[in-house]
């Protein structure tokens, strides 16, 4: 075991893992994240704590994530390198480990751009796959990226995102490829609406003989309305949403109740996908929905390891 | 070359009131090929400022000059009398040419009347854009000879991310996506195992963030 995460021992175990976006709030709100942990905490194995998602301020992921730790809920903490340079991200990890985080996703950020704060300075002092590397360091080395040691274990589980519907398509299992040799233990993959663009990649990453090497959790996110369908068909850079399920929303009598078939669809085919070891929903700003999908897809009761 | 742009008319007129005898200062090289800063940019904006002034009755004259290179002493030196001659001098160079003023003449007002935007290249005539962000220590020989520093918004060293889509980068759809051109460039070249490697974490300290840098050459000082 690289972390002991409960996360770590679930996908090391063969079972098929569920886990799910947790946004912390904008404001102090301790019961807005444990709100959420008690809705989702036997639904799912670990909570993915955002990091300033889509470049908009909030409660730090370290914070939540403890909230949640608290709570007895497992965390995955989320860190961005759009917001830390090299000291701040190593200190930051000492601190999650100290105060118990074992596992942490890796990833570059949505630029500032996108956010609440467009005139901020991105920092960037390393890149995403960097980011890995440098957990892998502290993890298995004891060591800084200054090469001077760290006093202590760093018990992590490192996870990554893949967008397997970003261009050029054809890289993109090198890319993750790239991701599993900095030292990535399981990804979490952006959401997939297109199910055979997905498999295809999935195909790649088997010809690579990567789904041996890091475990790959499929996203998911439940569609509330035709309108958001059509918002991240058309204004969501990275996602590929298909045509039909847009029409599919803009026909269906309850839109919400379409929603969560779709995604049921195709969790239930991209379970059938062989290297998928998981499943990650993204529900913003639609968690209570969570449950019942995890019950529906059949994926109840999380198992106990 | 350095690519400048001239501020708004309003602000320079508003940053060059009161400076009765003011002088706009050209720069023949690169504010030049901006087309933000040579002798027709000067002359061009003397006029506008002297209309400006006429219609608010204002007093003072508007003086113009250029010299080849506002970073360079010996040109600057050059303005010694016709500074001397005015209130303050409102420079069209980029913002290295407008220290170097600040720092020969120093009881001068120096005003800046371009903004300094990226080191660059012409692509079509009208438009420039960032080529080279200066880090100190090149990557080009990796990179397929294109610089994902300057060009990558999230200067990725082991692009591309998520966000690339068609060719272009999430954040706006007219900047093309660095690391789609350099995977372009470098399959055509029949170079692609260099995007296997991961690129390691860069050194910063051989750009600005090592603290202002200075170039000292023993072998050519006099």
Redesign the interface.
């Known amino acids: 075991m690289k972390s002991g995460s409960n996360l770590e021992k679930i996908l090391a175990s063969g079972q098929f893992a569920v886990t799910a976006e947790c946004g912390p709030p904008k404001g102090v709100s301790a019961k807005a994240i444990q709100r959420k942990g008690d809705l989702l905490k036997f639904h799912c194995d670990a909570l993915n704590v955002t990091d300033n998602q889509t470049a908009i301020v909030r409660m730090s992921s370290l914070s939540g994530c403890v909230l949640l730790q608290q709570m007895g809920v497992e965390p995955v903490m989320q860190m961005v390198v759009?917001d830390r340079n090299?000291l701040a991200i190593q200190s930051d990890i000492l601190g999650a480990v100290a105060l118990g985080i074992r596992n942490v996703l890796c990833l570059?950020?949505d630029?500032q751009?996108?956010g609440n704060h467009p005139g901020a300075k991105?920092v960037?002092?390393?890149?995403?796959?960097?980011l890995i590397?440098?957990l892998k360091l502290m993890r298995d080395e004891k060591k800084f990226?200054s090469g001077e040691d760290i006093s202590g274990e760093i018990p992590l589980f490192i996870g990554a995102?893949?967008?397997p519907?970003?261009?050029?398509f054809e890289?993109r299992a090198?890319?993750l490829?790239?991701k599993v040799?900095?030292g990535a233990d399981f990804i979490q993959t952006?959401a997939i609406f297109d199910v055979p663009k997905f498999a295809r990649w999935m195909e790649m990453v088997r010809d690579r003989g990567l789904d041996k090497k890091v475990h790959i959790l499929a996203g998911v996110i439940p569609v509330k309305s035709v309108g958001m369908a059509r918002y991240m068909k058309n204004n969501v850079?990275?996602l590929s949403v298909p045509k039909e399920l847009v029409d599919r929303m803009a026909d269906a009598k309850d839109a919400k109740e379409e929603g969560v078939n779709t995604c049921l669809e195709i969790i239930e085919q991209i379970k059938e996908i062989d290297g998928v070891h998981g499943v990650h929903i993204m529900a913003v700003a639609w968690e209570d929905i969570v449950p019942s999908i995890v019950d529906k897809a059949g994926l109840m009761p999380r198992p106990i390891v | 070359m350095i690519t400048t742009e001239q501020k708004k008319f309003e602000e320079i007129e508003q940053m060059t009131k009161g400076y009765n005898r003011l002088l706009v200062l050209g720069c023949e090289t690169c504010s030049a090929m901006s087309f933000a800063g040579g002798q027709r940019q000067v002359s061009e904006l003397a006029v506008a400022l002297r209309i400006a002034r006429k219609t608010a009755a204002q007093e003072g004259e508007i003086l113009e000059d250029a010299v080849a290179r506002q970073c360079e002493p010996e040109f600057v030196d050059l303005l010694m009398d016709i500074v001397a001659d005015c209130d303050a001098v409102l420079s069209l160079a980029c913002g290295a040419g407008v220290q170097m003023l600040a720092e020969r003449f120093p009881d001068k007002i120096i005003l800046p009347g371009c903004n300094t935007m990226f080191l660059g290249v012409t692509e079509e005539f009208g438009v420039w854009s960032e080529s080279c962000a200066g880090c100190g220590s090149c990557i080009l020989d990796k990179t397929g000879g294109l610089c994902p520093i300057a060009r990558c918004s999230k200067r990725l060293f082991n692009g591309p991310c998520g966000g690339s889509q068609n060719g272009k980068c999430e954040i706006n759809p007219n900047v093309d996506c660095v690391w789609q051109l350099i995977y372009d460039r470098l399959k055509g070249l029949n170079q692609l195992e260099k995007l296997e490697e991961i690129f390691p974490i860069k050194d910063w300290s051989s750009s600005f963030h090592g603290g202002t840098r200075k170039i000292v050459r023993e072998d050519l000082k006099l």
């Not at chain 1, 960037?124 to 960097?130: A, E, F, G, L």
């Open positions: 759009r090299r570059s950020g630029h751009k996108f991105g960037y002092d390393i890149d995403s796959i960097q590397q440098t990226l995102a893949a967008n519907f970003a261009d050029p890289f090198v890319r490829a790239k040799k900095a952006q850079s990275g």
